[in-house]
């Protein structure tokens, strides 16, 4: 996917711009793509003609060169920027993410890493859609970023890794309050999204491939934690590789829990 597409008008003597730009903006590839437009028509007619196309500028000449560059420059880091961004959460992404994690080992600082995701979540959309899937998401990344970015914790960081799974780069002196704090929190709220019907029996039934019900349990909450230690970790796949551990320690128990290397901790709701 090109970063952006920019189109000078005047160069264009067999083909008509709204067509470029309706082509561009219909093409899977490209229509995320930010496009500009040059031109000598300096119409109002003209350039709502292009705007309407979903084209993000027009531009009428004259412009400087050094005005145009400027121009180019911000969207361009502007385009870079919300690229390392979740679209649904608006958290930061992989890349922002291994960028933090790589920037505090070089810097060989000591914090906790905590690797959240959740369990049952499959059978959530099962039942209730991808819709509303994605408001459990949202939701997800609330209370995380609630109890992590705190007055007295503003160097922490959350992150949204992709789907339900999310990390958190926390201080080591009070990462089990944060943990304990996001499952009583999630545990409470979680709630909302299920029917009455649902939150009574305590679990959801859904009918697998063949047609059989079976019975999975609400949506609760995984948190693997890495505590990081000047010299302990060489790279951020090490630190990975011990947070899929943990985290999966976490997750095979029943309910909401965070375990912490080999310590397993499970937390009851409310």
């Given at each position: 996917m090109?970063?952006?597409?920019l189109i000078n008008e ?17 093409s899977?590839?490209n ?5 500009i ?13 292009i ?7 027009c ?25 390392g961004i ?9 890349i ?16 906790a ?5 959740l369990?049952?979540?499959k ?6 859609g ?7 998401i949202?939701?997800t ?15 922490n ?9 999310f990390?958190?780069l926390?201080s ?7 943990c304990?704090n996001?499952i ?12 009455d ?11 697998n ?18 505590e ?8 951020i ?14 997750k ?12 397993l ?6």
């Amino acid at each position: 996917m090109p970063t952006l597409i920019l189109i000078n008008e005047d160069a264009i003597y067999e083909s008509d711009v709204n067509d470029i730009c309706k082509m561009i903006k219909d093409s899977e590839d490209n229509n995320a793509t930010p496009v500009i437009v040059l031109t000598s028509d300096t119409s109002s007619e003209h350039e709502l003609d292009i705007l309407s196309q979903e084209i993000e500028y027009c531009i009428k000449k004259p412009i400087s060169n050094k005005a145009l560059y400027y121009i180019i420059n911000n969207l361009v880091t502007l385009v870079l920027t919300n690229r390392g961004i979740s679209p649904l959460t608006k958290l930061p992404g992989n890349i922002p993410i291994q960028a933090e994690l790589k920037k505090r080992l070089l810097k060989k600082q000591e914090f906790a890493v905590l690797y959240l995701d959740l369990d049952n979540f499959k059978a959530y959309n099962d039942t209730y859609g991808f819709l509303g899937g994605d408001e459990i998401i949202k939701q997800t990344a609330r209370i995380i970023s609630s109890n992590v970015n705190t007055d007295e914790n503003s160097h922490n960081f959350v992150g949204h890794i992709g789907g339900d799974d999310f990390v958190a780069l926390v201080s080591k002196d009070n990462y089990e309050a944060i943990c304990q704090n996001i499952i009583l929190e999630f545990d409470q709220k979680i709630l909302d999204y299920f029917s009455d019907e649902d939150k009574e029996r305590g679990y959801l039934e859904v009918p697998n491939r063949k047609g059989i019900i079976e019975e999975f349990p609400l949506v609760s909450i995984s948190v693997g934690i890495v505590e990081v230690s000047k010299g302990r970790f060489h790279n951020i796949l090490e630190i990975g590789e011990i947070g899929a551990q943990v985290k999966h320690l976490a997750k095979s128990t029943p309910g909401s829990a965070y375990a912490i290397n080999r310590r397993l901790v499970i937390k009851s709701k409310y």
